[in-house]
């Protein structure tokens, strides 16, 4: 599984317990998924290609390397993966945002599709899909299925919480595309929720429930 990269670092294990607790309120909720996207984004992004131009500083004129935002394209799987979408323009912000649109049954956890629009160009973007919750895997296999169906190449995958189960599927399914996580939990339990996880990313952000 040499694909999948465990983030270890003391900042987004500090927010995703924070991000866990109970108590935490709908307002401080959205911050911490939005930060911890931006922690993890900045690891995934490490090997951006970059480009050089000319610039002058006060001193001199040189030639200095900057990325090219116009070949990303950021994808959030609705809804809960909204909540990532302002921390990795916060990077990125020439980014283009894709959405796909998809809900798991609540008896089958069976992902449904209800939505997908790309932007344009994808075979050629760097498409950043992102989703706080990887659980059965069946959301993030079915997303990446239909981006590759429209074309894209070069995928990589951003997940806050990931359970073991969802990390196997995920990996084979998919062998060539890199998935980021910032913790793996211990297991599904019976509703294909992670345990101890955080409970439903979507209804916590959106304060639905
Ligand atoms: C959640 C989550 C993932 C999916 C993960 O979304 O945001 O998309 O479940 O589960 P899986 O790995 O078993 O497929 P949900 O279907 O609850 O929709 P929502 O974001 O609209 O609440
Ligand atoms: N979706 C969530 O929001 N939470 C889980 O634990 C599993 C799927």
Not at 4 to 10: A, E, G, K, N, S
Not at 49 to 70: A, C, H, L, R, Y
Not at 93 to 122: Q, S, W
């Amino acid at each position: 599984m040499d694909k999948i990269h465990i983030i270890d670092h003391p900042l987004i294990k500090h927010k995703i317990t924070k991000l866990r607790m109970e108590s935490t309120g709908t307002s401080e909720f959205r911050k911490l998924v939005e930060e911890i996207a931006m922690l993890m984004g900045y690891e995934a992004l490490k090997d951006l290609k970059t480009k050089d131009i000319e610039i002058k500083t006060p001193i001199e004129d040189t030639i200095q390397p900057v990325i090219d935002g116009k070949k990303i394209a950021v994808v959030p799987i609705l809804r809960a993966g909204l909540g990532m979408v302002n921390g990795i323009l916060s990077l990125v912000p020439n980014a283009k945002i894709g959405h796909i649109g998809m809900y798991r049954d609540e008896e089958t956890h069976v992902p449904h599709p209800y939505y997908c629009k790309l932007p344009p160009f994808i075979s050629e973007r760097l498409v950043l899909v992102v989703d706080p919750m990887l659980a059965t895997g069946g959301s993030l296999v079915d997303a990446v299925d239909e981006i590759k169906k429209q074309g894209g190449k070069n995928i990589k995958c951003i997940c806050i919480i990931a359970a073991p189960e969802g990390l196997s599927f995920f990996n084979k399914k998919h062998p060539d595309v890199d998935l980021y996580v910032g913790a793996v939990d211990r297991c599904l339990n019976n509703n294909a929720y992670i345990c101890p996880g955080l409970g439903d990313a979507g209804d916590r952000i959106f304060g639905t429930k």
